[in-house]
């Protein structure tokens, strides 16, 4: 496969939709539903790329505990919630993961 | 330079240090996101100058990863591009959101703002003008924030590609678990009434059920369901306080849309 046709074609995909309303942005206007909708955008888009990363890491239903990828996400939500520190939940549930996963062997 | 575009200039380059300063967690979960990239382009068929490439003119991890598993399996090109361009609609979204903050600068400054619009880009970003009112220096915050992840990311890819000479089984560290710890701590903030508990719950819920979906479609139809879940709940609770107040809570003019 050619891969400067390959990158160039994911450039343009990433790029264009990136831009688009970028572009226009001085001729459109929302109205104050969709400004509110938009408001959700970013826990919604997040949440909907994390769960199944975390409750389906082999691509199949896990909703258990034995579940090294759930339980460090849950340890890490933990965190998040009481301290409201980016790098220290990242650290501890990333800290977390690897001890189950090879700690434990989970 | 006349005395008045010295403090100009100091705020700046003040905020462009605070963008990239922001970004610092972002970049401490992308590092072994990125360290995975490069470790897996030679195994999925992609050369090393290739890997480093696509860092350097796609920028988009999820997409990246992606085209690799793609590659993997055999699939055709215009079917890898199709892919990154609906992985990528989800960017779309974030643009709608900061198109009124945005809406003053030229073109020469939309470009590159568009070209580093990525998910941790856009979280530290709007998390700023959630906090600061006047946002007319802000897109030098941003532009911090953009280059810091940018290097990080062309550097982690660098990185991986000679980690995976030397340790062929890196694959299976559990290094993508970083993106989704990353993600987690950055939802957790947002958490603070119910329509936006709704908006994640059920957005959650929707991308379990649609996890099936061929080329992560699912993603999209999950938040917009989500999004519809918090913006109807939102009405909804607004609603239910202009009836008990007995007279029209106008804010802003935000109901005349509705």
């Known amino acids: 496969?050619?891969?400067?046709?390959?990158?160039?074609?994911?450039?343009?995909?990433?790029?264009?939709?990136?831009?688009?309303?970028?572009?226009?942005?001085?001729?459109?206007?929302?109205?104050?539903?969709?400004?509110?909708?938009?408001?959700?955008?970013?826990?919604?888009?997040?949440?909907?790329?994390?769960?199944?990363?975390?409750?389906?890491?082999?691509?199949?239903?896990?909703?258990?505990?034995a579940n090294p990828w759930l339980l460090a996400a849950l340890v890490a939500a933990a965190v998040a919630l009481v301290r409201r520190d980016l790098l220290t939940t990242i650290l501890v549930g990333m800290a977390t993961f690897m001890l189950l996963r090879f700690g434990f062997g989970l | 330079m006349t005395t008045t575009d010295y403090p100009l200039a100091e705020r700046r380059r003040q905020e462009f240090v605070a963008g990239a300063r922001a970004t610092i967690p972002l970049i401490v979960g992308a590092i072994p996101f990125g360290i995975l990239f490069g470790t897996l382009a030679e195994p999925s068929g992609l050369s090393a100058l290739g890997a480093l490439a696509m860092s350097l003119i796609v920028f988009a991890g999820a997409s990246q990863f992606i085209a690799l598993g793609l590659l993997t399996a055999g699939a055709a090109m215009p079917v890898i591009i199709a892919t990154t361009l609906v992985v990528n609609l989800r960017h779309m979204l974030y643009a709608a959101n900061l198109v009124p903050k945005i809406r003053h600068l030229p073109q020469r400054w939309r470009i590159p703002m568009a070209f580093g619009l990525t998910d941790e880009t856009f979280a530290a970003v709007s998390n700023r003008y959630l906090q600061q009112e006047d946002s007319r220096e802000l897109h030098w915050f941003y532009l911090g924030s953009f280059l810091a992840m940018y290097s990080n990311w062309v550097l982690c890819t660098a990185l991986g590609v000679g980690l995976g000479k030397m340790f062929p089984d890196m694959t299976r560290w559990g290094l993508d678990f970083a993106m989704s710890v990353t993600f987690i701590g950055m939802v957790v903030p947002y958490l603070r009434n119910t329509p936006m508990w709704a908006a994640v719950i059920v957005s959650g819920a929707m991308a379990i059920a649609t996890?099936?979906?061929?080329?992560?479609?699912?993603?999209?139809?999950?938040?917009?369901?989500?999004?519809?879940?918090?913006?109807?709940?939102?009405?909804?609770?607004?609603?239910?306080?202009?009836?008990?107040?007995?007279?029209?809570?106008?804010?802003?003019?935000?109901e005349t849309g509705g």
């Open chain 1, 1 to 65: 496969m050619n891969e400067v046709t390959l990158i160039f074609g994911m450039f343009l995909a990433t790029f264009s939709v990136r831009y688009l309303l970028f572009a226009v942005a001085g001729r459109v206007h929302f109205p104050p539903w969709l400004n509110t909708a938009l408001g959700f955008v970013p826990p919604a888009v997040l949440t909907a790329i994390v769960l199944p990363a975390v409750l389906m890491p082999n691509g199949e239903l896990w909703p258990s505990l």
């Open chain 2, 211 to 254: 996890a099936g979906m061929p080329h992560k479609l699912g993603l999209m139809v999950a938040a917009i369901c989500g999004i519809a879940a918090g913006l109807s709940l939102h009405l909804l609770k607004r609603r239910g306080e202009m009836t008990k107040h007995e007279q029209p809570a106008v804010k802003h003019g935000e």
